[in-house]
């Protein structure tokens, strides 16, 4: 029932930043995406278990996923460049 809730809440929060977006909001979507991915990633990696197969392998597969996720935003913070705007 946890998860059923988290999972609604994130489709509702989706639904209605995405609608705020179109419409002039001060929601950055996007910015709440990497935020979940990177909580995501975080837990897979760091996420205290027993050690078994799978749990190795699940933090195996977070700590890969991490580095990438940073290694990209990382390159994105140093490469792109924002056009100024004129007023």
Not at 23 to 52: I, Q
Not at 65 to 85: E, K, M, W
């Amino acid at each position: 029932m946890l998860v059923f809730i988290v999972v609604l809440i994130i489709v509702l929060n989706l639904m209605f930043g995405a609608e705020g977006n179109n419409a002039g909001g001060t929601v950055d979507v996007n910015g709440h995406l990497g935020g979940m991915m990177t909580g995501l990633f975080w837990g897979m990696a760091f996420f205290p278990r027993t050690p078994s197969p799978s749990g190795m392998k699940l933090r195996m597969w977070g700590l890969i996923l991490l580095s990438i996720f940073f290694s990209v935003q990382l390159a994105c913070l140093f490469t792109v460049v924002h056009p100024v705007q004129k007023q």
